[in-house]
């Protein structure tokens, strides 16, 4: 696909930006499988690979099972290796997502976020990536296009760093964000390259004078040895994150954290929400501040590892947070960010009150309307002091 | 091909002191495969016998690089590691005069069953490897459960010979047609009792560019109740028998490699191993004659094929 520049800017979906990050990263290999809404990313990536602008070896594989399993032998094998997935798809690799964190491989996928069945939808919420996020995968969530492309290079970075050896995930929302043409900016060819640089694996099966053995059984003798160090790895990589979103900041004049606050400084109650609708969380944000009301956000991008004592540090001034979830957990205890919030806010002396509101499942609009109504909630209860409902749904 | 005294002086690729039971089939064909590289090579391994009895931490018995990742990947995990091979050698970080072989393996049920879709994908795209499959006729790793590749009536844990169902009720899938049926270029059967069939067999097949494939029969005492000394005699009369037969289709043409002198009766096999007692009962002998008829028959297909294109 050409892309043509107008005063540094592009008008992209979010799918073209994913597609040109990786055509700009180049990787050396790409097992991909069709799936709404992502099959866009690999479209575009197959026409780069067939107009010769990469030299990455697609595998078009027969099942996302597949897909994983073709990532996971080649980034053994010491390639640089990416894939991109939605919803069921995902669920297809979830078997080999643990045994690609389990191996240590800085595998990087991106996820563009759907419903799962049953009933079978195509649309956008985040119940895919959310069922894989105990897996041992980094994932960063991206509100915009412009973020999903950022991500795309800091993933790379943050994966392969020698303290991290982790594979990440990053997940922007289907359609809403997958589909939406916005204007970003691209990076320059020659810096994005010399921003990932080259991945010098430190063993590799292909090293045939120096024979491995990858995925060796382990007994209780070792097993959870293994686990320790995976865990290390991951609430470690906390600070390669930082360090990377700073590095990328000081090329690229867009810096990254943990989290984005908006209006969050003085505020009395606050939204946390992930992706695109932190957005239209924003636009409630400015319209309730014109009327007085002291309302904020805060929008995790890393959730995996979760940043528990940065958010509590953000929230910990706030009467009442309402955690919206474009996920439910089943466990008849609100969604998986609520449950995230409100353990990281227990050791708090004085902790804000906290709800979890569902919303948006299967592509349901979640409109300024309905954070304002959960504004307007969470301020009486910061007035009273006492939480009626615990956990609904809403956008009904 | 190299003859056995050469193969003797070659460097063992799979170390003894390994964990699969005396008398198993799968060790002798892992070494005469690997020996027939003759050269660097890589291999993955689905989940059963041959992972679990290699590589329990810190141990490893493979003298190669070497991946097991899950069940029923085995083929997509070397379609990445045999990928990753051409991008790197494309990009010149692997020398281009270094030739690396691709070899994957599993056992029936991580290449009849689970594994067959992806086997399938990685035929179709024409990766450049060998997959091998040690058929012995069940899961056997996890305590010997019907397979689609276990026989005719066999007792398993999964079908057992019971007062009112005799053993498994279907006939074995026929996984190499199925191979053969994606047009790969070379594709074949063979047992470890002729080691120099199957050394040639696995030599032509690493020696071919694109997918090919090795069914192998694997004698299994645990899950045949047999003697461990005794294996390599029954992997014999699988194939003395016709229950196994050997043969290769190189390009499209079918050969049969070996016809025995004298077909032997299928109750000669079947006889010595445990899994098949209840078919020697006077009551449950139209079932042995069935088993015969179908092995027959069998075995006339593939006379009737014998030299032709298929």
């Known amino acids: ?396 | 091909m190299a003859t056995l005294k050469e193969l003797s002086k070659q460097d063992e690729l799979l170390s003894g002191g390994h964990r699969l039971c005396a008398g198993c089939g799968i060790p002798p064909i892992v070494r005469l495969v690997l020996r027939a590289a003759n050269g660097p090579v890589v291999a993955t391994t689905a989940t059963g016998c041959l992972e679990v009895g290699t590589t329990i931490y810190p141990y490893t018995a493979w003298r190669i690089p070497w991946i097991h990742s899950a069940f029923e990947n085995a083929a997509a995990t070397i379609s990445g590691i045999e990928t990753a091979y051409r991008a790197l050698k494309k990009r010149g970080r692997i020398p281009q005069d270094k030739n690396i072989k691709f070899i994957a393996f599993g056992g029936d049920g991580g290449t009849y069953d689970i594994g067959l879709q992806a086997l399938s994908g990685a035929l179709e795209r024409g990766h450049n490897f060998l997959y091998v499959c040690y058929d012995n006729g069940a899961y056997m790793n996890t305590g010997i459960q019907r397979s689609s590749a276990t026989p005719y009536f066999s007792n398993t844990t999964t079908s057992p010979a019971g007062k009112v169902i005799p053993g498994k009720q279907e006939w074995r899938k026929d996984l190499t047609r199925i191979v053969v049926a994606h047009n790969v270029p070379y594709a074949a059967q063979a047992s470890p009792h002729n080691w120099a069939d199957l050394s040639k067999k696995a030599e032509k097949a690493l020696n071919t560019e694109g997918p090919t494939f090795l069914n192998v029969m694997s004698p299994c005492p645990l899950g045949w109740y047999t003697k461990p000394e005794d294996s390599i005699k029954w992997a014999k009369l699988s194939v003395d028998t016709c229950y196994w037969p050997l043969y290769e289709v190189e390009n499209g043409i079918l050969k049969v490699t070996y016809r025995p002198r004298e077909k032997k009766p299928l109750v000669d096999w079947l006889k010595p191993q445990g899994r098949f007692k209840h078919l020697l009962t006077p009551e449950n002998k139209p079932l042995l004659d069935k088993f015969q008829e179908r092995v027959d028959f069998e075995w006339q297909r593939l006379l009737d094929l014998d030299g032709k294109r298929i």
């Open chain 1, 1 to 396: 696909m050409a892309i043509t520049m107008t005063k540094g800017q592009v008008g992209l979906t979010g799918n073209a930006a994913i597609a040109y990050a990786m055509k700009q990263i180049n990787p050396d290999v790409c097992p991909a499988y069709p799936i709404t809404p992502s099959t866009a990313i690999i479209e575009d990536f197959s026409g780069y690979v067939a107009d010769g602008a990469v030299d990455t070896e697609l595998i078009t594989v027969e099942s996302e099972h597949s897909a994983m399993s073709a990532c996971i032998g080649a980034s053994a094998a010491g390639a640089r290796v990416m894939t991109a997935t939605s919803s069921q798809g995902l669920a297809l690799m979830w078997e080999m997502l643990y045994i690609a964190s389990g191996m240590r491989l800085p595998i990087i996928l991106t996820d563009v976020n759907r419903a799962l069945s049953a009933p079978i939808n195509i649309h956008c919420d985040h119940s895919d990536s959310m069922g894989a996020r105990d897996s041992g995968w980094i994932q960063l969530y991206s509100e915009t296009v412009q973020e999903a492309y950022d991500n795309l290079f800091q993933a790379v970075r943050i994966a392969e760093h020698r303290k991290v050896l982790l594979p990440v995930m990053v997940c922007l929302d289907g359609f809403i964000t997958s589909h939406a043409i916005e204007n970003i900016s691209l990076i320059d060819d020659a810096e994005a390259k010399q921003f990932v640089g080259e991945y010098i694996p430190r063993q590799h099966l292909l090293d045939t004078d120096n024979p491995i053995t990858y995925g060796a059984m382990s007994l209780p003798e070792n097993y959870i040895e293994f686990k320790h160090e995976q865990s290390r790895a991951i609430a470690g990589s906390k600070e390669v994150v930082l360090e990377i979103g700073k590095e990328f900041g000081k090329k690229f004049g867009r810096e990254y954290g943990l989290f984005e606050t908006y209006r969050l400084d003085d505020a009395d109650t606050a939204i946390v929400i992930l992706n695109s609708a932190a957005g239209t969380t924003k636009v409630a944000v400015d319209a309730l501040r014109k009327q007085g009301m002291k309302v904020g956000l805060l929008r995790p991008r890393l959730f995996r590892p979760f940043p528990f004592k940065e958010i509590t540090a953000a929230l910990k001034n706030v009467k009442a947070v309402g955690v919206l979830d474009r996920a439910d957990s089943m466990s008849g205890f609100g969604g998986p960010l609520f449950s995230e919030v409100r353990s990281a806010l227990y050791d708090l002396e004085a902790r804000p009150k906290i709800i979890s509101r569902i919303y948006g499942l299967g592509g349901r609009d979640y409109k300024v309307k309905d954070a304002v109504e959960v504004f307007g909630e969470l301020d009486r209860i910061r007035e009273t002091g006492k939480v009626e409902t615990l956990t609904k749904y809403i956008t009904l």
